[in-house]
């Protein structure tokens, strides 16, 4: 028995988390069909009409909470199975004397194996090592505060090992909670405004105004201890809340004239901050609170929920909209979990998931955004770093191993990782290096989000201590191409700490990647090509320390692209044709890439349904191709039908094409042929029909077989193109020459015998286009394609 004891003990010594629970099962990334979306999937309520807020994964679950509206207590804790997101399963309530304090929750703080909950009176602190049952680790009272909607603990935000708790009229306080167990208050700061949300990306703190105000601030905390105040910006629309992600603030409106509209800002320059566009959504019931993912925007309103896609900031544009249809219901908390959003009902009517995307999430996280930014220097010693994501993530994932900071060169530090709202921060345990430059990097396949999908590119960068930084060559970003006939112009961003740049080139999408040029200009021409091949390039900076990160891999096929030509008309419904683009509706130029399927096309054109463009090919092309489809610009919206005819005739339809078809690779004979005509027309209700020609383009007429023939037997057809009359040329004696048309009618004959030159005139016979020349040879027939001007 005593062997046993011992043994079990060793392996409990050799294992430290054998009795620990194992994590939760995760998030279930399914499928959904098109009469689910935008609509609730699953809803839940609480007892006593008490609401939800907000909700995250925490090891492996589902977390969130229930409390009345408004501030008021009492609140309880939910942890949901998610592994099915159609039934999840209850695994663990909590509602008692320790939870009879909650108030509202605008934010679920995670740290290490802690969660951070608001309490009426200050916060509390809980260990979730084992979701299914939590504990308790610490209530801790603020001196002056009590319960109340706006004016104490709206929010919090933890930067381990600091917190920092927005107090609306009252400003915010700074809690140092290296103690978990006996935090401290360390400031108060009293602001230019009431303040709700606030949220901390390493050395920066932007607290937002709320319930009706106006405008944001933006502090430097480099010294946690001591926020300084670096701007007070005021010119925006009353507003509810914001919400900060990739340099961007966006804020929900509320209290204006116009609650539809609602706005978003560029932070990139914290003493610069620039208005990017606004959107009138429609709605002109009460936005209250907004979250990110990946391109979009979700503004949860009283009433529904928005889905904006926010690709162009400028240019925001609505994706989609609905309701989760308890009743009597408040969408305003919206949080992405993969394809769902968790949308928080603090009416209590009905909380639960709501399908904004049919397909299975499988895009991963990426950083938008850096702080200190990417070659700062003289940063402070006391420097937390700090990166938002293009989704919420599981901080279980996070690790020295996938989150590193590092000297140049050096090990990764040490220290804690906090997370909330897409935003994820470093706090090193001991104080950075005088004079040192730093490297950041968040490697692919480490970091996931809810959904299971890791980092897809490793992000890098860098930043120093001392006045002046010595860094390598920063990450490229993606070039863009534009495909021409017999040439590839390669284009790309400035590539930071880089003195001149590395083009490299492959036949295959996977390389090997050969240098082809390495030079000092943002720009690349490749003449060294073959039309209608297809090459993949990567650009990458270089200085004195050696060649950085590869630009992401970019595909480029050379042809002869339609859009060279001048059409002799074009008609669209909205705006106009746009050539190698994708179509805006409105002016000339304000398209996007050209999108379909997810694959992107430099050359093109974009259109909206009805369209109807026409080409004089005057016979001189064999083949046209293109690869058409509703562009990705709008989603799952669209239904047209492509079809394309030649002189009248009709050579190809597309049958019915939808935002969720395939894209249709087409090649179709045009030999011969003069107009071309391109037509897109609607299916039902001309919403969306934004279609693209993606990457049309013509083959030229050659003269097949000349060369063979010249070689075997000596026999050459001139001129070329043929003009009046055409001329052959044989060595030996030819006996018959036959002129037909494409579909093989014979238009002229000679069976006169000759050898040497001798001229047929064919324009009686012939217009111009394309057209077979037989010429009988003794026994062999050799057979030419050409054309008549």
């Given at each position: ?549 590869s630009s992401p891999i970019v595909r480029a096929m050379p042809s002869f692209y339609i859009t060279s030509l001048n059409w002799t008309s074009a008609t669209n419904a909205w705006g106009t044709v746009e050539k190698d683009q994708s179509n805006g509706e409105q002016a000339t130029d304000d398209g996007n890439i050209i999108t379909i399927g997810g694959v992107e096309y430099s050359r093109g054109l974009g259109i909206h349904a009805n369209s109807t463009i026409i080409y004089n090919l005057d016979g001189k092309y064999d083949r046209f191709l293109s690869e058409l489809g509703v562009d990705d610009e709008v989603g799952n919206s669209g239904s047209v039908i492509f079809t394309v005819s030649m002189d009248g005739k009709q050579l190809y339809t597309s049958g019915l094409m939808t935002g969720t078809s395939a894209n249709k690779a087409i090649d179709v004979s045009v030999a011969g042929g003069k ?115």
């Amino acid at each position: 028995m005593k062997k046993i004891c011992i043994s079990l003990l060793a392996i409990i010594t050799i294992i430290p988390g054998l009795l620990l629970a194992q994590p939760g099962p995760g998030l279930g990334n399914l499928t959904y069909n098109s009469t689910e979306l935008y609509k609730a999937t699953w809803t839940y309520t609480e007892v006593n009409h008490l609401g939800s807020n907000i909700g995250t994964m925490q090891n492996g679950y589902l977390l969130t909470t229930f409390t009345p509206d408004s501030g008021k207590p009492p609140g309880g804790i939910l942890v949901w199975d998610v592994s099915n997101p159609r039934k999840p399963l209850l695994v663990t309530r909590i509602y008692d004397s320790r939870t009879v304090t909650f108030r509202e929750q605008h934010a679920l703080p995670q740290h290490d194996k802690y969660v951070l909950f608001q309490d009426g009176f200050g916060f509390q602190v809980w260990d979730f090592s084992n979701p299914r049952n939590p504990v308790q680790t610490k209530r801790h009272v603020m001196a002056g505060y009590a319960h109340d909607d706006y004016s104490s603990n709206w929010q919090m935000f933890w930067q381990a090992p600091y917190i920092f708790i927005a107090n609306g009229s009252r400003g915010f306080d700074v809690v140092d909670a290296t103690n978990i167990n006996n935090p401290v208050l360390v400031k108060h700061i009293n602001t230019p405004r009431q303040i709700g949300p606030v949220y901390a990306v390493g050395n920066l703190l932007i607290t937002t105004a709320h319930d009706f105000g106006k405008g944001f601030t933006i502090y430097d905390i480099s010294n946690p201890r001591d926020p300084k105040l670096l701007n007070s910006f005021s010119n925006t629309e009353n507003m509810y809340a914001g919400m900060l992600n990739g340099n961007k603030l966006v804020i929900s409106a509320r209290g204006n004239a116009n609650n539809a509209i609602f706005g978003t800002y560029d932070v990139s320059d914290p003493v610069n901050i620039k208005k990017l566009g606004t959107l009138d959504i429609g709605n002109s019931g009460e936005q209250l609170y907004n979250s990110t993912q990946d391109n979009f925007i979700f503004q949860g309103c009283q009433n529904e929920v928005v889905k904006i896609d926010a690709t162009n900031p400028t240019q925001l544009r609505i994706a989609g909209r609905g309701s989760i249809a308890t009743g009597n219901v408040d969408h305003g908390q919206v949080s992405p979990f993969g394809n769902l959003i968790f949308v928080g009902n603090d009416h209590g009517s009905g909380s639960g998931f709501w399908v904004h995307q049919t397909a299975p999430d499988k895009k991963g996280p990426e950083v938008n955004m850096v702080v200190p930014k990417s070659n700062d220097v003289n940063r402070a010693l006391t420097s937390r770093i700090g990166i938002t994501l293009t989704d919420a993530i599981l901080l279980e994932t996070v690790n020295k191993n996938t989150f590193i900071v590092r000297p140049i060169g050096g090990a990764a530090l040490s220290g804690k990782y906090s997370h909330q709202f897409s935003i994820v921060n470093f706090s090193p345990d001991q104080p950075l290096l005088p004079n040192t430059t730093y490297e950041i990097v968040i490697p692919a396949g480490g970091i996931k989000d809810f959904a299971g999908n890791t980092v897809g590119t490793t992000f890098t960068s860098y930043f120093s201590t001392g006045p002046n930084g010595n860094f390598p060559p920063g990450q490229a970003g993606k070039p863009w191409v534009f495909e021409d006939d017999k040439k590839i112009i390669i284009n790309w961003n400035t590539i930071s700490n880089s003195s001149k740049y590395v083009v490299k080139r492959s036949t295959a999408p996977n390389g090997p990647f050969q240098t082809i040029a390495t030079v000092t200009q943002l720009t690349y021409a490749d003449l060294n090509v073959s039309n209608d091949n297809v090459y993949y390039y990567t650009v990458t900076g270089e200085n004195s320390f050696g060649q950085g990160t590869s630009s992401p891999i970019v595909r480029a096929m050379p042809s002869f692209y339609i859009t060279s030509l001048n059409w002799t008309s074009a008609t669209n419904a909205w705006g106009t044709v746009e050539k190698d683009q994708s179509n805006g509706e409105q002016a000339t130029d304000d398209g996007n890439i050209i999108t379909i399927g997810g694959v992107e096309y430099s050359r093109g054109l974009g259109i909206h349904a009805n369209s109807t463009i026409i080409y004089n090919l005057d016979g001189k092309y064999d083949r046209f191709l293109s690869e058409l489809g509703v562009d990705d610009e709008v989603g799952n919206s669209g239904s047209v039908i492509f079809t394309v005819s030649m002189d009248g005739k009709q050579l190809y339809t597309s049958g019915l094409m939808t935002g969720t078809s395939a894209n249709k690779a087409i090649d179709v004979s045009v030999a011969g042929g003069k107009q071309l005509t391109l037509t897109v027309s609607q299916d039902a209700d001309n919403a969306l029909d934004h279609a693209s020609w993606g990457g049309a383009r013509l083959k030229a007429v050659t003269i097949t077989g000349l060369e063979d023939a010249e070689a075997d037997a000596g026999i050459s057809v001139y001129p070329y193109p043929i003009t009046n009359e055409l001329t052959i040329s044989s060595s030996k004696s030819i006996s018959q020459v036959l002129l037909m048309d494409i579909q093989g009618n014979t238009l002229f004959q000679s069976n006169e015998e000759f050898s040497g030159n001798k001229s047929f005139s064919v324009k009686e016979y012939a217009s111009s286009g394309v057209y077979l020349l037989k010429v009988k040879q003794q026994e062999s027939i050799k057979t030419f394609k050409v054309i008549i001007q």
